[in-house]
């Protein structure tokens, strides 16, 4: 069993999830976690590139039907939950990682034991979108923007918001939590990206032209560990 799980929902886009697994690889300490794959039954090429994977202990879950955007990472967070997990670190197949997205998704997990952590804070988020540059790399401060690029769960937080509160807005899961937010729940951010959306093609929400008007610009971190501190 293991204490940390990372998640990543796949279908058909094989070079999106080798391009993410190479820079997931450039992190330290992924000896401490589990990768678990939640798998659409569409692309033997998508099955091949995660079962080769060999730099960290892998798992893969293949669906027995078409889950979507919606309920396949639904249900692959609740799978590693459901095994064991205290920590989550969910990754999407179009979302690099900074070399040290790692090192702030483990400063975050401890930094999450202390008393009331949960009651403050929904989540981590590895993407920041006003990182443009500017910024301390070591510098992390609580937001009301959040984004799906990249997050750290616990599963206190799983259980509080992420699980009763997936399925409740018709729009997509990553807007069901707006409302606490509102009511004064924070986000975790890196004031510099530690993630960078890479779908320009292929993708359920983005094309091309909107990917390049949303993301285009903002700039990921891709150094090693910092002292992070919460500003």
């Known amino acids: 069993m293991f204490e940390y799980m990372m998640t990543m929902t796949a279908a058909n886009r094989a070079h999106y999830v080798q391009h993410v697994l190479v820079s ?3 992190n330290d300490n992924l000896d401490k976690f589990k990768l678990l794959f939640g798998l659409e039954p569409i692309s033997f090429e998508v099955e091949k590139v995660c079962n080769d994977v060999n730099f ?4 893969v879950n293949k669906n027995t039907s078409i889950y979507g955007v919606r309920k396949n990472p639904y249900e692959t967070l609740k799978a590693a939950f459901d095994s064991g997990a205290k920590y989550g670190l969910y990754l999407e ?3 690099e990682l900074s070399n040290d997205a790692v090192d702030l998704a483990l400063w975050y ?3 999450s034991t202390e008393e009331g952590f949960s009651d403050k804070y929904l989540c ?9 540059g500017a910024g301390d790399p070591a510098a992390v401060i609580a937001s009301e923007k959040f984004s799906a690029l990249g997050m750290g769960i616990t599963k206190e937080q799983w ?3 992420f699980q009763p509160l997936w399925f409740t807005d018709p729009r997509g899961w990553d807007f069901c939590f707006s409302d606490a937010i509102s009511k004064g729940l924070k986000v975790i951010q890196p004031e ?3 993630s960078k959306h890479i779908g320009r093609f292929g993708g359920v929400h983005y094309r091309a032209n909107m990917h390049d008007h949303l993301y285009i610009n903002n700039q990921m971190w891709n150094g090693k560990k910092q002292e ?3 500003k």
Do not use: G, P, Q, T
């Open 24 to 26: 997931l690889a450039n």
């Open 56 to 59: 960290m202990a892998v798992s």
């Open 93 to 95: 197949d179009d979302v």
């Open 109 to 111: 997990f401890d930094k």
């Open 124 to 132: 981590l988020n590895l993407y920041n979108h006003e990182s443009l």
């Open 159 to 161: 259980e509080k918001y």
């Open 192 to 194: 510099v990206s530690r």
């Open 228 to 230: 992070y501190f919460l």
